[in-house]
């Protein structure tokens, strides 16, 4: 899974939210979950080292810091939920103050966004 998150991050450190299994289209460009691959990243570095993983994570960090921690879009896209959030416009869909493990990121990988 981390290969495939590894392989599949945008250019601005995060992922599409959702995905079409069959045809690939994205359809939701944003969401916050980014968070938890940080975490799983920051884990698999710790059980098979690679400077690819910390490379992955902070790029997903100054990500976090750009957008929803600017923006306070703190969204989620579920399969119930077509959620057209985006940067831009990031508070459609449904809040996500769930995955406040970002503060743990920010306390252990804080350098990589400033």
Sequence with gaps: MAETL??????????????????????????????????????????????????ARDKALVWMEKYPMRSYGWVVNFDDNPAGADTVYPYVGLSNWDLMINDRNLVFCAPACT
């Excluded at 995060?14 to 884990?43: C, H, M, N, Q």
């Design 6 to 55: 590894l392989r599949t991050q945008l250019e601005d450190g995060s992922w599409p939210a959702r995905v079409d299994g069959r045809t690939g289209e994205v359809i939701a460009k944003y969401s916050t979950s980014v968070a938890a691959v940080i975490s799983l990243f920051e884990r698999v570095n710790g059980l098979q080292p690679d400077s690819r993983w910390g490379v």
